[in-house]
């Protein structure tokens, strides 16, 4: 089993930046062997993924964040990361991370298994 437990949303005024964190736990539990990713459920609108990260560390991106969001992840800390800059009020959403044994380099929701509770990000003036 893997359990996840993001921070660090808040709220932020147009073109700031927050980092989100997702700390993994469990036993056997190593990103070295766990592909994760970051989604996002705005009120209203359907879950989409934002960010992947595979066990080599190769990513893929939403195009609506790319250039903007940073997936990475630290293998020691088991902790994945989520650098969100030039935030816009659209980005406004529920952020979740999630995880899956193995390496997939995915932005589709059913690829994954395990999820994290959420936490808020808030952009607006």
């Known amino acids: 089993q893997v359990q996840l437990a993001e921070s660090g949303g808040g709220s932020v005024q147009p073109g700031g930046s927050l980092r989100l964190s997702c700390a993994a736990s469990?036993?056997?539990?190593?990103?070295?062997?766990?592909?994760m990713g970051w989604f996002r459920q705005a009120p209203g609108k359907e879950r989409e993924g934002v960010a992947g990260?595979?066990?080599?560390?190769?990513?893929i991106y939403a195009d609506s964040v790319a250039g903007r969001f940073t997936i990475s992840k630290d293998n020691a800390k088991r902790t994945l990361y989520l650098q969100m800059n030039s935030l816009k009020p659209e980005d406004t959403a529920m952020y979740y991370c999630?995880?899956?044994?193995?390496?997939?380099?995915?932005?589709?929701?059913?690829?994954?298994?395990?999820w994290g509770q959420g936490t808020q990000v808030t952009v607006s003036s």
């Open positions: 990260i595979d066990t080599y560390g190769n990513t």
């Open positions: 999630a995880a899956v044994w193995g390496a997939r380099r995915s932005l589709v929701a059913h690829d994954y298994t395990y």
């Open positions: 469990g036993y056997p539990v190593s990103l070295s062997l766990i592909s």
